[in-house]
């Protein structure tokens, strides 16, 4: 198992008490006036306080606002479920906390450092966090190994040149040897280098049936690019999965063919997977048998190489004229994955050798070797430039390698001759900080006078530090090819003096391939990771990885499979850290599928502490006004993940709480029939109904509103029977529109809409009857004097009732006692009417009742006068 450095330190303890729950003590109105808006809790001495933050006595008091009042060693806290003015609710939840309820609890925070780097096996210690044995730990940087891991011992033909080990995305390494042209043996290493065993292999099982190969990897896929050589040479592929392969021999790669063209030979393959995008992309020289000579293709499939696209990037220069060749090839990609490719050529031409040149599909560098002369048969969207020139035949330039950093500088190194040095190959490097337009370094970083360099390859790690390794047949070591490695801590300005690897006085080490990892998630050790060949005695692997550790995270709340109702909250806290140095973490927290938000933000090596209170209400979750969801559905699991990523993108293992949501209901209303039905014609009716709300704790309000009138309450309850009178006098002739509604103490309402009719009915009458009362100035009368002038066509009935307050009225019929015209016209007559009771009486009610026989008649009473004794 891989090993981790561990800084130890002491573990304080601290003992603090905890907040018990609140309890539900009930319903009951509540003045908010001079309460506390708020309260705090001393978890050292167990300790209620309240703020000196008070509601007013003019505060407008709004549902879901809260007040707390202390009360011996209780806190109260009382939340409005109606809304009021005055600093008062009608209705109010009350919740208590006792101090002699809460409980004590004891943490533990980091101390002071014990010991630094202790080495132990990964999950031995807390990632950060106390350990059984007393102490804190926090995890540091993996372990590297201190010498050389043997990937094997077998005698294998050469690695090859480039691209033969690979990272996956767990950590574990990749390596590729060949055996004999016949089988590929592919090893993985755990622990990061130190020990190996076997993967599987890729073969045909007849001799000489692969020639060069590559690979690269894929999250845990392995990718490996093969040059088939039976029955017409082809470029195959095939894909395994590291995790569920084992010892097992590959054969499908022979019916999964890249080339399009038929080919003669295939000199050199290169693979490269864009991380971003995941598409694969295979580079690879080979000759066709027209027009001859070693020619650049171009493959890149995007559904994970179930199908390719082929591009013939470069010909072999003029048509037909086998002598110009393609000699090597590097591969690399963009952040949007166009292909970038870097090639040498050992033309025989004059002036015409001896060029590097960059091809992309989309913008393509490249200075034409052949001066002005354009190759006519290449593929659309490639152009060349070239980056190194020497116009000479003679000075060879060969075996490139390139590699994009994660800032998109380009950095190229080769072997080439020059004119100082024109029989030794020296080490080249050149880099471009513009995509390739321009090339603002190019430079010869060896100078070597004696003795061959072999086979460099460059890499370049998180930090931008740039590695190029390379064998050395040096004449003062033994005779023997050797491993060198020269590091650039300035990206490439600058190169430290080669440094050897791995040497041996009786065995050539040879065919460096040095680890590039294009997600940069990792950094270099002393000695970047590179494996190599021990000629007829095995592969090895020697140097480290230095990995980004992820940050730790600890979510205390919420609780899993919490319900919310309306108003209730989720209240998110936690903590986090990160072990490295000179980083930044960022919390993130996201619910369902929607867009994730920022929880919280701090440098590395400090705790972070989280903490977000989530309202729900409306059916939506709320961070403060800020609305984080959609409407949430009732009955469905719903998510919240957190997760913490640091500025090398090593991101923590997200955490996920489920909750369930029961949105606040429309209360419920019914109205019973009315009557009359639809036409008015009674001076008073009633409306009636009943209310309610499916939820729990909830309080209704009933309002009726006529036509255009403001509302008025007609209910105020947990719900039940309603009704309200309606009068002739409230509605207007026509149609009226009387609106019920009830509302929740949270909100939400329903209404019904009743529609009357009332009609203007215009009959004219026969007869009618007025109602006096008479009330005697001393409170009573015994005797009552009246005179009446009528119209004297008029039918008058007259009836008086005397009775005592409290009786009920009995009527006497009055007659006349006189009857005399009146002096100004002889159509108005004057009634006399006297009437005595027995005894005085106080409730004293005249009646009047006139007739008609014909509707054209309009005679009228024109004065009622008279006296009590």
Known sequence: MAQYYYDKFT??????????????????????????????????????????????GSTMINVGDACYYKSGNTINRYTAKDSGDSAYAKLATHHTKREDQNTQQTTYSKGSLVQANVVAEDSTYPSNGRHSDGYWYIKGAAVGPLGPGVITNSAYSKVNFGDKITRLSNGWLVAAAKQDNTEIFLFKSMDGGVSWTPLCSVSQGAAGSIGTYAIASNGTKVYVAVARLITNNTVNYTVFDALTVQNTRLTDYTTKKINLITLVSVSEIQIHIDPRTQHIHVAYIATTSSPGGRMIFHAVSIDGGTTWTNTTVALNGYPNDAA???????????????????????????????????????????????????????????????LYTTNSSTLTQIQVSIVRDKDGY???????????????????YARSKDDGATWDIINKIT????????????????????????AWLNPSGYGKYQIYQMISTNRGITWGQPTVIAAAANAHYNYPSVLYDPTFTVSFGDIAPIMYEQTAGGIYFKGSVITNNVPSLTITSPTNNQTLYENDTINLSGDAYDSDKDQSVTVFYQLNGEQRKVLATNVSQTQISLSKQLTFKGGKLYDGETVLTGTLTEGVAHTLKVWAVDSENGQSATIERTFYVVPNRAPLLSVDAIVPSGVVDTDIFKISG?????????????????????????????????????????????????????????????????????????????QSVARYKIEPPKGSAKGVLLFVERDEKLDLKVELSMTLTGEQEQYETLTPESTAPMPYTDRVVEDTFYYEATEPKSNIILKLTTSRSDLLLNHKIHLVSGAVE
């Not at 018990?20 to 319903?27: H, K, N, R």
């Not at 506390?36 to 007013?56: E, I």
């Not at 380009?410 to 080249?428: A, I, K, P, Q, R």
């Open 11 to 56: 573990a304080i303890p601290k003992t603090v008490w905890v907040e018990g729950p609140w309890i539900l003590v009930g319903d009951t109105p509540y003045f908010f006036s001079n309460a506390s808006k708020g309260y705090s809790f001393d978890s050292t001495v167990n300790y209620f306080t309240t703020s000196s933050d008070v509601w007013g």
């Open 324 to 386: 110009y060749n393609y000699t090597h090839l590097g591969l690399t990609t963009d952040n949007k994955s166009v292909p970038t490719i870097v090639a040498t050529s050992g033309a025989q031409l004059a002036n015409t050798n001896n060029t590097y040149f960059l091809a992309c599909n989309v913008v393509v560098i490249k200075k034409d070797q052949n001066y002005g002369y354009t190759h006519s048969a290449i593929a659309t969207g490639w152009t060349f430039k070239t």
């Open 410 to 428: 380009l950095h190229v190194v080769w072997l080439g001759f020059d004119s100082t040095v024109n029989t030794l190959y020296n080490v080249w």
């Open 447 to 470: 100078s070597q006078t004696s003795g061959q360099h072999n086979y460099p390859t460059i890499s370049v790690d998180k930090y931008n530090k740039v590695v190029i390794t390379f």
């Open 690 to 766: 009943t209310s309610s709300d499916p939820d729990a704790n909830a309080n209704v309000k009933v309002t009726k509103k006529v036509n255009a009138n403001n509302p008025v309450e007609i209910y105020n309850g947990p719900g039940g029977a309603w009704e309200f009178d309606v009068s002739l006098a409230e509605l207007v002739v026509g149609e009226n529109t009387i609106v019920v509604e009830v509302t929740d103490n949270y909100g939400a309402k329903t209404s019904k809409t009743i529609k009357l009719k009332k009609n203007e009915i215009k009959t004219p009458i026969l």
